[in-house]
């Protein structure tokens, strides 16, 4: 890798974000959920603020022990504004390597997000990605071709995952192979809805010390998330 090289040949372009307008409890639920240090705050796709994992873990330590829900609490007394860190530092896709680099230093932060001149998201660049491109030169981002992305490093915000449904929707009749993708897009969503009812089921009766009403209520989930499964007779690692 040299130092002269853009910024686009090594970021991340399949960005989690946050909306600006979203509750602030899913701040929590996105760090937990996606193996992520960094999360660009955007109103549409204009990036508008930054928080990171280290914000996040400050943030967890004033909040009062005895609530049932630290993401409930948050989305009742704070919002995503306050939270987030700006003006953001931010890079462009042409701009160095070592100009991303001596920004992360200057600031003291570990990774920016990459933008257009107008600000909208495209990437992020964090000093693991300078560091794993130094440490593996064969990997040269776009000029040598990117490795196919798989499950587990695929990324979509909010707003890219409700478009994609939307269109599977609309794709979703037809006997091509683009059909086939969006039915199975449109059925995954509702498993994974099952699966997050349950999840929120179990965290409150958890957290509620297990009483009878949230077990029924939490056996009800489980049993739709079953149901939901033996449809289609599909068993998929979600």
Do not use: W
Request: aromatic share 2%; hydrophobic share 40%.
């Amino acid at each position: 890798m040299l130092a002269s090289e853009p910024v686009n040949r090594f970021m991340t372009e399949a960005v989690l974000s946050i909306d600006l307008n979203s509750p602030a409890g899913e701040i929590l639920r996105l760090f937990a959920g996606y193996s992520v240090h960094h999360l660009p705050v955007v109103d549409k796709t204009k990036v508008i603020g930054m928080l990171s994992s280290a914000d996040v873990l400050k943030l967890v330590s004033f909040i009062p022990g005895h609530v049932r829900s630290r993401e409930e609490y948050l989305d009742r007394h704070i919002n995503v504004a306050t939270l987030m860190r700006r003006p953001v530092v931010s890079v462009l896709p042409n701009q160095s390597i070592e100009q991303a680099a001596t920004l992360m230093v200057t600031h003291g932060i570990h990774g920016l997000p990459v933008t257009d001149r107008d600000a909208n998201l495209l990437g992020i660049i964090t000093t693991t990605d300078i560091m794993y491109a130094a440490l593996h030169p064969e990997r040269r981002g776009h000029e040598q071709g990117r490795a196919a992305p798989n499950a587990d490093s695929v990324r979509v915000t909010p707003a890219e995952l409700e478009r994609a449904l939307h269109l599977a929707s609309a794709a979703a009749e037809t006997n091509e192979e683009k059909g086939v993708i969006a039915r199975a897009l449109l059925h995954t969503q509702c498993r994974l809805r099952a699966l997050e009812a349950v999840l929120s089921s179990a965290d409150r009766y958890l957290r509620a010390g297990q009483d009878t009403r949230l077990h029924a209520e939490l056996s009800k989930a489980i049993e739709r998330a079953r149901d939901e499964r033996s449809d289609t007779g599909l068993t998929l690692d979600l």
